[in-house]
Structure formats: structure tokens, C-alpha cells
């Protein structure tokens, strides 16, 4: 069973860093992208950030140059470091993991439980 883990959210004041992480555990060969969504209330989920095992990044506009994703693929873990805060980045941020091989050969998609991000003074 794949499980993700999410942790890092929090309050924090505009203009100010945050840094979010998830791990992916369970029987696991490969994971191809890895990557943040976000949620605002009342509106859709949408991509924030996303990276593939060989290190390509694609990021939303509005977090372009305030935002950068890593990943360690040795510990099946990636990070958002979000720098610049603002009040419309307030949002619940999901952990992705696409294309998940299983030791059941299986290739699926999972979400982590999400974790809430406010942005105010």
C-alpha cells in the first residue's frame, strides 16, 4: 500500500518562507513526476509545481521565481520551498505522486491528505 505524507504547512506572515514536504512510502520501485496542487475554498484544485524523476520542472505562473521543488529520489520525498508568501497562496497544498510502479507491478497515481497554508498577518 502506497501512503503519502505531508508536513510543513502552517501560518506564516506575507512575505515570509515556508517549506513543505512529502514522503512516499510503501512498496515502491519507481515514481515518475512528483508534484503540489493547491486548493483555495470555493475554488478548484490546481497544479502548483511539478517535477519528473529526471529532474524537469514546470510551476504554475503566479509562483514562478518565488516558488522551487525538489525532490531526493533515493527517499521517495519531495519539497516546495515557497518564498514570498502572499494571502492568495492561502490554500490547502496536496503531494502528488504520478506513475507509481508497485512491487505488484502496478502503475497508479496518488494524493497525499493535504496540508493547510495561510498567509496573514
Known amino acids: 500500500q502506497v501512503q503519502l505524507g505531508e508536513s510543513g504547512g502552517g501560518l506564516v506572515q506575507p512575505g515570509g518562507p515556508l517549506r513543505l514536504s512529502c514522503t512516499v512510502s510503501?512498496?515502491?520501485?519507481?515514481?515518475?513526476?512528483m508534484g503540489w496542487y493547491r486548493q483555495a475554498p470555493g475554488k478548484e484544485r490546481v497544479l502548483v509545481a511539478v517535477?519528473?524523476?529526471?529532474?524537469?520542472?514546470n510551476y504554475e505562473d503566479s509562483v514562478k521565481g518565488r516558488f522551487t521543488i525538489s525532490r531526493d529520489n533515493a527517499k521517495n520525498k519531495v519539497y516546495l520551498q515557497m518564498n514570498s508568501l502572499n494571502p492568495e497562496d492561502t490554500a490547502v497544498y496536496y503531494c502528488?505522486?504520478?506513475?507509481?510502479?508497485?512491487?505488484?507491478?502496478?502503475?497508479?497515481?496518488?494524493w497525499g491528505q493535504g496540508t493547510q497554508v495561510t498567509v496573514s498577518s
Open positions: 517535477i519528473t524523476s529526471g529532474g524537469s520542472t
Open positions: 510503501g512498496s515502491i520501485f519507481t515514481i515518475d513526476t
Open positions: 502528488s505522486a504520478g506513475g507509481v510502479l508497485t512491487y505488484s507491478l502496478k502503475t497508479e497515481d496518488y
